[in-house]
């Protein structure tokens, strides 16, 4: 059963537009939901996460939305950049200190 | 230097062998993790450690096995590598858990 389903598995956007990636989870005892950016040939990095009791967090271009009913988070990236281009993981994990990721999302960002 | 390193950073390796990809933290984290990255299956958790003392399967830890010589030191072993262990493998560490800095990748392939 995958607790962290992410969608689209790829995404074309022309620069200046905004890439929303969305992410779906199960296990209601998540409490932390992160974003991490991966380029090629380099591990995964930390972009901007979010607690469930804010309902948006923005960090410059990046806005995490949140909805905790449905359970359901996206990240925005508003002004989109050919430097954005990467894959997109979402990520839930809970107070264990464990994380769960979505399957990732290749961003491409054609100037 | 890098926070978390890891090396190899790449190995062709024979079906059958024996196979230690090490970890290394600058960073005094407590807990490290050992995570496989597939295209389109996201970052899926082999093992992780809390402590030294402190050893813990993930959802994938069959075929693997782990050491943590010290709090800065996780390597992971593959004692019969097959080819579906072809894959890139990411070490990362984290304080709580909740975020995690990830080496750079070990791209391991099994002929």
């Known amino acids: 059963q995958q607790q962290v389903k992410q969608s689209p598995q790829s995404l074309i956007v022309q620069k200046g537009g905004i890439s929303i990636i969305n992410c779906a989870y199960e296990?209601?005892?998540?409490?932390?939901f992160p974003w991490y950016q991966q380029f090629p040939g380099k591990g995964p990095a930390l972009l901007i996460a979010?607690?469930?009791?804010?309902s948006e967090k923005k960090e410059g271009r990046f806005t995490i939305s949140f909805n905790k009913s449905a359970k359901q988070f996206s990240l925005h990236i508003m002004d989109s950049q050919p430097g954005d281009s990467a894959t997109y993981f979402c990520?839930?994990?809970?107070?264990?200190?464990?994380?769960?990721f979505g399957d990732g999302t290749t961003l491409t960002v054609k100037p | 230097d890098a926070d978390v390193t890891q090396t190899p950073r790449n190995r062709i390796t024979k079906t059958g062998k024996r196979i230690m990809l090490e970890c290394s933290q600058t960073k005094g984290h407590d807990r490290m993790y050992w995570y496989r990255q597939d295209p389109g299956l996201g970052l899926r958790l082999i093992y992780y450690s809390f402590d030294v003392k402190d050893i813990n399967k993930g959802e994938i830890s069959d075929g693997y096995s782990v050491s943590r010589q010290a709090q800065a030191k996780f390597s992971l072993s593959l004692e019969s590598a097959i080819p579906n262990q072809t894959a890139l493998y990411f070490c990362?560490?984290?304080?709580?858990?909740?975020?995690?800095?990830f080496g750079e990748g070990s791209r391991l392939t099994v002929l």
């Open positions: 990520a839930a994990s809970t107070n264990a200190g464990k994380s769960t």
């Open positions: 990362a560490t984290g304080m709580g858990g909740r975020e995690l800095f």
């Open positions: 979010i607690r469930p009791d804010v």
């Open positions: 296990n209601t005892a998540f409490d932390y």
